[in-house]
C-alpha cells in the first residue's frame, strides 16, 4: 500500500486543518488506519486509529474534542480534521496502515502553528 499524505500549511493557533492521505492498493477498505504524528527533535506520538468501517475510533488525550478522523473509502482516503490548534500540535503528521501494528507509512505532511 502507498500512502501520500496532503494538506499540512501554516496556521495560526485557534485555526484549523484537514490533512489527508490518498491510498493505492485494494486494502484501503478492509485496514484499520492510524495517524501518527512527531514534533522536531521528540518521538513519535500516536494521534488517532480508525478501524476500516469509520465507525469504531479512538483519539489521544491531547487532541480528543479537537480532532477528529474520518474516512472515505469509496475514495480510498483517510482525513483528519483537526481544530482548535496550538503551538503543541506542530508536526509532522503521518499516516499509517494498522491499528495495533503500524505497517505502512507515508512520507508525512508538514502543520505548523505559529502565532
Known amino acids: 500500500v502507498q500512502l501520500v499524505e496532503s494538506g499540512g500549511d501554516l496556521v495560526q493557533p485557534g485555526g484549523s486543518l484537514r490533512p489527508s492521505c490518498a491510498a493505492s492498493g485494494s486494502t484501503f477498505s478492509t485496514d484499520a488506519m492510524t495517524w501518527v504524528r512527531q514534533a522536531t527533535g521528540k518521538g513519535l506520538e500516536w494521534v488517532s486509529v480508525s478501524d476500516d468501517s469509520g465507525k469504531l475510533i479512538e483519539y489521544a488525550d491531547s487532541v480528543k474534542s479537537r480532532f477528529t478522523i474520518s474516512r472515505d473509502n469509496a475514495k480510498n482516503t483517510l482525513y483528519l480534521q483537526m481544530n482548535s490548534l496550538n503551538p503543541e500540535d506542530t508536526s509532522i503528521y503521518y499516516c499509517?496502515?494498522?491499528?495495533?501494528?503500524?505497517?505502512?507509512w507515508g512520507q508525512g505532511t508538514q502543520v505548523t502553528v505559529y502565532s
Open positions: 499509517v496502515t494498522g491499528g495495533s501494528n503500524l505497517i505502512d
